[in-house]
């Protein structure tokens, strides 16, 4: 539920960055090749079934999924931190990074503008 015209430009910024993490995420498993020997189907699956969870709450701007969506943002902010680090400083590991830290930081966003009025809370 959103409760102001913040809250709605926020949750539309969430899901905007929501689906270019999991565009980023599926265009790196083809660029700039995929990993010989591995299967892409699998790749992918690990890559996004992770995110895909937490489609639903993205649609809805949904408080509670928004919080356990960024605690799983965390995890791949982390590993693709440490991947441009390793790379250093690879162009897909640090768009990866900084969609991540967007989405982790808009999520975040979001959920301090919408709260429920005071009234309500009580």
Known sequence: MLHNDKARLTARLTLFLYLATLAALAVTTF???PTPGVSVPLMLS????PMLLFAVPVF???????????????FYFTQYV???????????????????FLLFTSA?????????????AA
Do not use: C
């Not at 690990?46 to 079934?49: D, Q, R, T």
């Open 82 to 100: 440490v991947s441009a680090w390793l790379s250093q400083g690879g162009l897909a590991p640090m768009i990866l990074a900084t969609l991540t």
């Open 31 to 33: 660029y700039p090749a």
């Open 46 to 49: 690990v890559k996004l079934i």
């Open 108 to 120: 975040m966003v979001h959920l301090k503008v919408n709260r429920k009025p005071a009234e309500d």
């Open 60 to 74: 809805r701007a949904d408080n509670r999924g928004f919080i356990w969506m960024s605690f799983v943002v965390i």
